[in-house]
């Protein structure tokens, strides 16, 4: 197959499926991990698609997200480090806010060897997980019901507002470069404004595709956040600004 040929059907897998893997295109086109390595290279200098750690992406628009079926198949391993890390730093009988994502959904995972832990979220997902645990207590707040098991709008807003808890474990959609949280459902943004301003700390999990992924909605910025978990260190603009905002970086595996 000829180099432009194997291009455009990289950007047909990565469009169709919103992230691919480098290992899963080597063994589509039958050629060498460092031959999809250049070929991600040379489109993502193109502006084609976005390049990651282990493989690409494909951004549509700053309007509207992924699809949840989609993004709950990509970056397995990295959410998955992720959420180690952030369960490793969650005492045992805490209590938290978990707002809506799929990398959310993995800390919940990480978080059922602990105990006595005490859970307030806005995503029926979550819920679902730890409510499996006989020790822990799972609240769940009221609203409008999205497709994704997300729960959103201004009585789910209202609901976190009675609350103070321990630790706010939030996710988001994507970090600009001056440090502003990005999100695509600006009621989903008002339930996380309330979950991060109700909590004493703030536990941000973004793995390294949300670094100068855009969003239309202003959420919040990075000086509000304690801690920030990701899957490798970020290129320096936002290593920079994360330093400056006096947020500790910890990056997974």
Do not use: C, W
Request: proline share 2%; charged share 25%; no cysteine.
């Amino acid at each position: 197959m000829g180099l432009i040929l194997r291009h455009q059907q990289t950007i047909e897998l990565v469009k169709a499926r919103g992230y691919i893997s480098i290992d899963e295109l080597a063994q589509h086109f039958n050629v060498t991990p460092q031959t999809i390595r250049r070929d991600i290279n040379q489109l993502a200098d193109d502006g084609l698609l976005r390049r990651y750690h282990g493989g690409a992406a494909y951004d549509s628009s700053s309007v509207a997200n992924t699809d949840y079926s989609m993004r709950a198949g990509q970056l397995l391993e990295e959410k998955r480090r992720i959420a180690e890390a952030v369960a490793k730093d969650v005492p045992d009988h805490a209590s938290i806010f978990i707002n809506i994502g799929t990398t959310t959904e993995a800390i919940a995972q990480a978080l059922l060897q602990h105990s006595g832990l005490k859970v307030i979220t806005n995503n029926l997902n979550v819920a679902k997980i730890l409510s499996s645990k006989a020790d822990f207590e799972v609240m769940i707040a009221s609203g409008r019901v999205r497709p994704d098991g997300g729960v959103i709008g201004q009585a789910t807003a209202d609901f976190f507002k009675q609350f103070k808890v321990d630790y706010a474990l939030v996710g988001i959609s994507g970090i600009d470069q001056d440090g502003t949280l990005l999100d695509f459902d600006f009621q989903e943004v008002g339930v996380s404004q309330a979950i991060i301003s109700g909590a004493r700390q703030v536990f941000l999990a973004a793995d390294s595709s949300k670094f100068g992924r855009h969003a239309m909605n202003r959420l919040a910025s990075l000086d509000q956040v304690d801690r920030i978990y990701t899957d490798e260190m970020p290129e320096k603009i936002y290593a920079d600004r994360i330093k400056a905002s006096d947020v500790k970086l910890v990056v997974a595996g």
